[in-house]
């Protein structure tokens, strides 16, 4: 699905695994890796802005399709 798609989907649909593998992470073992990552840079909210923004980005390719990814 993600390897037929233009760059933008592949980064949004790349955000959105590493999110919710991170999430999964966190609810199984109460370890979160993007935190622990990123926390020294200040960038692990801003991660977890961006997997918010690509799950709804997701939610909304099921009704409006990519421009670019149009064949
Ligand atoms: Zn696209």
């Known amino acids: 699905m993600i390897k ?3 760059p933008v989907c592949q980064i949004v649909g790349l955000i959105a695994v590493i999110g919710s593998l991170n999430s999964g ?6 370890t979160n890796y993007i935190d622990k990552i990123l926390s020294h840079v200040h960038l692990a909210r801003v991660f977890d ?10 939610v909304a390719s099921y ?7 149009k064949k």
Do not use: Y
Not at 49 to 58: E, G, Y
């Open 4 to 6: 037929h798609s233009c």
């Open 25 to 30: 992470l966190v609810g199984l073992i109460h």
């Open 49 to 58: 802005i961006a997997t918010i923004i690509a799950a709804l980005v997701i």
């Open 63 to 69: 009704f409006v399709n990519c421009a670019a990814c």
